[in-house]
């Protein structure tokens, strides 16, 4: 049977991170994987996590299994995060997920489940793994314009025309905030056009909020989610802590579905629960009982936010000085969306040919489509990283 197998496309992401690691030059820059790194170059345990793991291993008695949906109080703790109040509680169901990929392939399956017909529409481009996921699962899928390579900015009037012919009942993903890869975010007066086409074609949204934090704040960068949330009978909201709280390897997620009505809770709840208990039965809860400890606790929780402030700062001073240097080197505004884009990925705009001549001659690594990881560049790099582009690019 197994000798039936044919090879699998490799991922084109881990693969770049394969060649940087064999690249045997001194000095590399490795602009790839949508990993926070701090200016060595680590990928840190965050101290709110350590001391959270802490004191987990001293209080925690059993490791017995929790329930289908995982821990309620981290959907509790979770809800309050993203949404602060914005929808009532008694009409989300949550559960637990491995990570934001857990969330998401969930919350196909439930769409899969309630409507078959769906279609779901994603911004083009979206984070691979959406196409991936629903490719795999032989999902009905459709683009809607979002980026515009010209000006390396959203083209929101492409993206309204192609969302005002959603049937009925299709399924919009969106991006909560730092859009991967483009780094292009709508703004709050976009956002309110898009609930009302969204509203006028009766069609229901999907939220993957993979960054909150790392943008223009942990409120600020919910704004969208509690927009839309607020604003809709219906709407999927697949979250994840892999990069908010550093714990990429422990798999932490969460699924909300919001129904129209508290009288569906139950029955959605009850559905959720089931799609869990097919998969893999219990979510891993490791991670989660971390986030939970930590946002329950005043201090573990002023530490934490403090701590993603500087990761987010950081990012942000990254960008302004990118944006300066290139400015300097260029003489022009070209690259001003850099500093204008937020998050840890801007695509450049650059063609293929030029991101390999930065690879090939300046050992520097960046995804083909020129989606660049702001977090792996610091203050010695940005001079090295706009000076080889603008070689690159003669
Ligand atoms: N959605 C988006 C847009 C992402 O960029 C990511 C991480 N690359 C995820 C979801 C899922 O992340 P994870 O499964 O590691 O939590």
């Not at 820059?29 to 996590?49: I, Q």
């Not at 229901?204 to 509690?226: K, N, S, V």
């Not at 714990?247 to 009850?270: D, F, P, W």
Request: aromatic letters at 6%; proline letters at 4%.
């Amino acid at each position: 049977m197994l000798e039936t197998l044919k090879e699998q496309p490799a991922d084109k992401i881990l693969a770049l991170m394969q060649m940087y690691k064999d690249d045997p030059r001194d000095l590399k820059v490795d602009l790839g994987v949508g990993v926070y790194k701090n200016a060595e170059g680590v990928t840190p345990v965050m101290r709110a996590v350590k001391e959270a793991e802490r004191r987990l291993v001293e209080t925690q008695e059993t490791k017995a299994y929790t329930g289908l949906a995982g821990d309620p109080e981290f959907a509790d703790a979770m809800i309050d995060l993203i949404l602060d109040g914005t929808v009532a509680r008694d009409r989300i169901a949550a559960i637990a997920t491995p990570g934001g990929t857990g969330a998401c392939r969930q919350g196909f399956e439930l769409v899969r489940l309630a409507n078959p017909d769906a279609k779901i529409w994603h911004s083009d481009p979206t984070w691979p793994n959406h196409l991936s996921i629903l490719k795999f699962m032989g999902m009905p899928a459709q683009s809607y314009r979002y980026f515009d390579e010209a000006t390396a900015l959203v083209d929101f009037d492409g993206m309204v025309e192609d969302l005002g012919t959603v049937a009925k009942g299709d399924i919009v993903l969106l991006h909560g905030c730092c859009h991967n890869p483009t780094g292009a975010n709508l703004t709050a007066e976009q956002v309110e056009k898009v609930i009302s086409v969204l509203k006028e074609r009766d069609a229901i949204p999907m939220i993957d909020l993979a960054y909150q934090g790392f943008g223009d704040g942990l409120d600020a960068d919910a704004a969208t989610t509690r927009a839309i949330a607020g604003a809709m009978d219906e709407c999927l909201i697949a979250a994840s802590c892999s990069k908010n709280f550093g714990v990429y390897r422990e798999r932490t997620g969460l699924l909300m579905a919001i129904s129209a009505e508290a009288g569906q809770t139950k029955t959605v709840q009850g559905n959720m629960n089931y799609l869990n208990r097919q998969n893999y039965s219990f979510p891993p809860d490791h991670g989660a009982r971390v986030v939970t400890t930590i946002l329950k606790d005043p201090d573990l929780r002023a530490d934490w936010e403090a701590e993603l402030e500087e990761v987010r700062l950081g990012m942000l001073e990254l960008r302004k000085q990118l944006a300066g240097e290139l400015a300097r080197l260029t003489n022009s505004d070209r690259y001003a969306f850099i500093a204008e884009h937020r998050g840890m990925f801007s695509r450049l705009g650059l063609p293929p040919e030029v991101v390999e001549r930065l690879r090939t001659d300046h050992g520097i690594y960046m995804v083909g489509d020129s989606r660049m990881n702001i977090a792996g560049l610091n203050e010695k790099t940005v001079p090295v990283l706009a000076k080889a582009i603008v070689e690159a690019e003669k």
